[in-house]
């Protein structure tokens, strides 16, 4: 089991970037370090910084938000970051984020996301590969651009920088049909609601993509998460966790449109998603965070004694995930967790 580390970046009114864990990621073992991005800092000039202070550690986003740049301007960042990161460290990872940031904030129409996915990955990877000068007749996207909106004298260019053709594309995805196009395009899943108890879900979607495209499980990573806590007290901690839940749930999109809560409902937990998004929307802020199962949240979790952490650890090897990104609050949670993996420390 790869591991990496989260930082989040994406949260802070004052942007600190904790390089001393990254280096003590790096120290121990760690593979990659994830940053991430919402309406704030965005996510990839973090990663350029950390690239300056360390050798090894790959460097994802999970995820940079698709509506916040044409899928050009994606790529030219990402081959820029792995060209003065060094080679095999830049990992491309993206995501939808909600119609309410898309459209409120990056003024893009939501429109049809599956497709708009398949498009923007097909750009990247033409870019990346610098084949031929990159054209794109998509249903979402084309280049050179065309319709009413174009003088037509656009020209299919190729990238000036001589890119890695290999730079790793990850995709952020919890519902069937992104999952199954994640796993037909993508070389890398950030899943969402992706734990040892909610693992079988996801095989049927997956499998149709790897099918469609004549790929096995073998050609694609998957990059898991798990908040880590070493402590005696199980219900205290899964209590401090509720509060985020909670908004992710009932506060985060509309109640049409809210990943997390779908996320919820598909892992078996349709009532209590549903009875926190009432609550929450109410303006019941105490009582959607008491109404969190405590199960939902202790499932992918790493909490407990060393000797619980240990066994629940285990679970996660059981399943397909190949990495596990890690949220700790220790320098002591990060090193068990690497002794658990068998991660190999560097000096």
């Not at 990877?125 to 610098?130: C, D, E, Q, S, T």
């Amino acid at each position: 089991m790869k591991l990496g580390i989260g930082i989040d970046v994406w949260n802070q009114a004052k942007l600190e970037i904790p390089l001393e864990r990254v280096h003590l990621a790096e120290r121990l073992g760690y593979d990659s370090v994830w940053s991430a991005e919402i309406y704030g800092a965005d996510a990839i000039t973090p990663l350029a910084w950390i690239a300056a202070h360390t050798r090894h550690i790959r460097l994802g986003t999970a995820v940079c938000q698709v509506a916040a740049r044409p899928p050009v301007t994606t790529a030219m960042q990402f081959g820029t970051l792995e060209a003065l990161a060094g080679p095999g460290r830049a990992i491309c990872g993206l995501g939808l984020s909600g119609p309410q940031i898309v459209e409120g904030w990056y003024g893009q129409p939501w429109g049809k996301p599956n497709a708009v996915l398949r498009d923007y990955i097909s750009i990247i990877k033409k870019v990346f590969a610098r084949e031929a000068p990159v054209t794109h007749d998509g249903s979402q996207i084309n280049l050179p651009l065309a319709g009413e909106r174009a003088l037509g004298i656009g020209k299919p260019l190729k990238s000036i920088l001589h890119m890695n053709p290999d730079i790793p594309v990850f995709l952020a995805t919890g519902g069937p049909a992104n999952t199954a196009l994640m796993a037909e395009l993508a070389d890398g899943w950030l899943p969402l609601g992706y734990t040892p108890g909610s693992a079988h879900l996801y095989t049927e979607a997956i499998q149709k993509g790897l099918e469609r495209a004549g790929r096995t499980w073998d050609d694609l990573e998957i990059q898991a998460g798990a908040r880590v806590s070493i402590t005696n007290d199980v219900q205290e901690a899964i209590n401090s966790a509720k509060p985020q839940f909670a908004f992710l749930v009932g506060g985060y999109g509309t109640r049409e449109h809210n990943f997390h809560r779908d996320a919820m409902v598909r892992r078996g937990f349709g009532e209590a998603a549903e009875r926190i998004q009432d609550l929450f929307m109410a303006g019941h802020r105490e009582e959607a965070v008491a109404a969190v199962p405590d199960e939902y949240i202790d499932d992918g979790a790493l909490i407990g004694s060393r000797q619980r952490i240990k066994e629940r650890f285990s679970r996660w090897c059981d399943t397909k995930a190949t990495g596990l990104t890690i949220r700790a609050d220790s320098d002591e949670e990060l090193a068990y967790i690497a002794e658990l993996a068998e991660a190999k420390p560097r000096t």
